[in-house]
């Protein structure tokens, strides 16, 4: 097992109890309107795995809007690629759960090919393999924080919207 698999593990998993669980007025409720929902972020956070490994991998996401949400919507003035209405916890949970499957054995077992490949970044910059699974392995935990704030706002939907 490589460290960032070990970081990546903590910080999904922290990212995934705090997210799975909550209703859809939960993941749909915007602070401000220039924030992200809380399950625009998940759906982003796995959008941003599934980026990664297809330029790592050349594979293909199984949903081509959750690898768009890696950008479009977060890093740019375009709409988020997924409406409120299919953001439900039904949906974030698969989405969530599919991305840990296709690209955590990448995470946990990188060959040397996927480190010294050059890609693309969320961001833009161009990044190897390496910066491509050091951000992976931060990347939840980011969001996490955020999600945190976003729970504890004022006017955030209470327990009683949890379905």
Known sequence: MTDFYASWQLSRGRLDETVLGLGQAQLNWRIHPDALTIGEMALHVAGVELYFWQQLTGGSAPDPRVAAAATQGV??????????????????????????????????????????????????????GYGALSRLAFHPGYHHGQAYLILTAPGFPGTDAVT
């Open 75 to 128: 890093v740019n003035s375009d709409p988020f690629p997924i409406p409120a209405a299919e953001i439900t916890p039904k949906f974030v949970e698969s989405v969530l759960r599919t991305a840990r499957e296709i690209v955590g054995p990448m995470i946990e077992s990188p060959t040397p090919e996927i480190l010294k490949k050059e890609i693309k970044s969320a961001l833009g910059p161009m990044i190897d």
